[in-house]
């Protein structure tokens, strides 16, 4: 499974409204969608800042890998 890091940004209001609401630099969120990367503790820290959310909702429930040197990604098929 992976974590849609773009859908929950973009859900929550932004990366500006994300690092006002954490209070962290506005440099960070970008750098989740950046890297395709986003922490624990950061996972953490959204909890806590919005508790109604359900993260849950943004784990694909395929396989995924990501392009090398490419936006997007390929499906992994199971053979």
């Given amino acids: 499974m992976k ?5 929950l940004v973009e859900d929550l ?3 500006k ?3 006002n609401k954490l ?3 506005k440099s960070i969120p970008y750098g989740w969608l950046r890297r395709d990367f986003l922490s624990s503790d950061y996972l953490s820290l959204i909890k806590k800042a919005y508790p109604t959310i359900k993260i ?3 784990f694909n429930k395929k396989e995924e890998i990501k392009k090398h040197g490419q936006k ?3 499906v992994k098929r199971s053979t």
């Fill in 3 to 7: 974590l849609n890091i773009e859908q």
């Fill in 13 to 15: 209001g932004g990366c």
């Fill in 17 to 19: 409204e994300i690092s």
């Fill in 23 to 25: 209070s962290i630099e």
């Fill in 56 to 58: 849950d909702n943004y």
């Fill in 72 to 74: 997007g990604y390929a």
